[in-house]
């Protein structure tokens, strides 16, 4: 990418890992270039030994969903809750760019709104929900398109604690059924509770790998450290 470079990052089906490091070392340039939402200058991604091209309708076809971190860039706000659940499977739901019908995205809905447990009814303006049940929505849009890696910037950015405990249950629910999640997030506490294993980055590059247990501390710490680790 731009700040991103040298990162060999491999991962494994039903993984969690942590992308960590400070504002700024490229945390969420990674996951763009990921999930198809930046143009890879150099390298390749590849999902079951498939290539993935740097797009992100390619990498959802690939089974590759990235949520980014701004909740504002991810709601339309005038829709209701269904309509902005269900943006990315409206081509299943269609015909000749048409909804076929309001009622075929009942079901997908009640799908997402049971996985990500949340509370609101359908057809109730988005932006009347709590920040954690509009992440919760904008969660779900991701898993209806169903992935197999999961690409989450700040996944509880702005949200109460009770939605972050159990947003972060739905996400290690995901992974104990084999999704793999990548979530990057400044957050040391939000990494020590999710990610068995976490990558640090420091200006860009790959400077560490943590792996289980370990403390908020040592997270901190790995954020500064400017040696890189070979071989990763």
Do not use: W
């Not at 969690?16 to 939402?37: A, D, I």
């Not at 409206?90 to 309001?102: A, P, V």
């Not at 992935?147 to 992974?175: F, K, N, S």
């Amino acid at each position: 990418g731009n700040l991103v470079q040298d990162v060999d990052l491999t991962l494994r089906a039903g993984e969690v890992v942590g992308v960590g490091g400070l504002y700024g070392s490229g945390r969420s340039e990674l996951l763009r270039l990921l999930g198809g939402n930046q143009k890879v200058t150099g390298g390749e991604i590849e999902v079951l030994g498939g290539k993935v091209p740097s797009s992100p309708t390619a990498a959802v076809s690939r089974g590759v969903v990235y949520v980014p971190e701004e909740r504002r860039r991810m709601i339309f706000p005038s829709i209701d809750v269904m309509g902005n659940m269900t943006l990315t499977i409206l081509h299943r739901l269609s015909s000749r760019g048409l909804l076929r019908s309001r009622k075929l995205e009942r079901e997908p809905f009640a799908k997402g709104a049971k996985i990500t447990r949340l509370v609101g009814e359908p057809d109730m303006p988005i932006r009347t929900l709590s920040g954690g049940n509009q992440q919760k929505a904008c969660l779900a849009r991701a898993l209806l398109a169903e992935p197999r890696l999961l690409l989450l910037d700040e996944p509880t950015l702005g949200v109460d604690v009770h939605a972050r405990a159990e947003i972060h249950r739905v996400l290690l629910e995901l992974a104990g059924s084999g999704m793999t999640l990548v979530v990057a997030s400044a957050d040391p506490e939000e990494l020590v509770l999710l990610c068995p294993r976490v990558v640090m980055l420091v200006e860009g590059r790959l400077t560490q790998e943590i792996h289980a247990p370990f403390s908020t501390d040592d997270v901190v710490s790995a954020s500064y450290d400017r040696g890189v680790l070979a071989g990763v």
